[in-house]
């Protein structure tokens, strides 16, 4: 089974709109943390958000937040007043207690701002 | 922020020659640095977990003879593929982490073997 799924190969969203785009887990761990990471066309990885397992409130960073439900193991992305720049492949991303820090991530998501 | 640096961007060289790729991270000592392949449209690949001063743990079906890693020091870390082949074309691409801190990248590089 597929421990990280997101299962919007695309997306799309007119520019300074909200977008949401999903990622739901697979553990059985109770410590675990859920990652977003931005990839450009150039090809870099960009950490974008964090979200630990324990943390009761859900993670903000600017126009990104992370709506976190622990109970249905789903942790989707919020991007507020989407710009052209956010074109991009966005990845989520889950760290599992006593993996040596190892991160396993999901297929992506192609999100395409449109003017 | 934490700044990862992976050299080169790119490289195009012939089949059987080995090319070696460097991530080093500028600002902090990282205790484990991590390499990814990653295909066209497709999501990462960890290859390898390496920590400083100690031999690299391989992913499943990843080759050690064939991607050697070293991990010298806090800061730099090397993959070297060996005697390339046209399969080994990919996107290969590096990041480091201390402490619960996430993992920050370099910037990939594309490697293309004729």
């Known amino acids: 089974a597929q421990k990280i799924t997101q299962t919007q190969p695309g997306m799309f969203v007119q520019e300074k709109e909200a977008v949401t785009l999903d990622c739901t887990y697979d553990?059985?761990?109770?410590?675990?943390?859920l990652f977003w990471y931005k990839q450009p066309s150039s090809g870099e990885m960009i950490f974008l958000i964090y979200?630990?397992?324990?943390?009761?409130q859900n993670a903000t960073e600017g126009r990104y937040s992370l709506n976190f439900q622990k109970a249905r193991k789903s942790a989707n992305l919020v991007i507020s007043a989407s710009q052209l720049g956010d074109s991009a492949m966005y990845f989520c991303?889950?760290?599992?207690?006593?993996?040596?820090?190892?991160?396993?991530f999901g297929k992506g998501t192609l999100l395409t701002v449109n003017p | 922020g934490a700044v990862v640096s992976q050299h080169p961007s790119r490289v195009i060289c012939k089949s059987g020659t080995s090319v070696k790729i460097e991530c080093r991270s500028l600002?902090?000592?990282?205790?484990?640095m991590f390499w990814y392949r990653q295909f066209p449209k497709q999501s990462l690949m960890l290859m390898a977990t390496?920590?400083?001063?100690?031999?690299?743990?391989?992913e499943q079906g990843v080759e050690k003879d064939k991607f050697l890693i070293n991990h010298a020091s806090l800061t730099l870390s090397t993959l070297t593929v060996t005697s390339a082949h046209p399969e080994d074309s990919s996107f290969y691409i590096c990041?480091?982490?201390?402490?619960?801190?996430?993992?920050?990248f370099g910037d990939g590089t594309r490697l293309s073997i004729l």
């Open positions: 979200q630990g397992s324990y943390d009761e």
């Open positions: 991303a889950m760290r599992e207690g006593g993996s040596n820090y190892k991160l396993t």
């Open positions: 553990t059985s761990d109770q410590s675990y943390g």
């Open positions: 390496s920590n400083e001063g100690s031999k690299a743990t391989y």
């Open positions: 990041s480091a982490r201390t402490g619960w801190q996430p993992q920050h």
């Open positions: 600002d902090f000592q990282a205790t484990t």
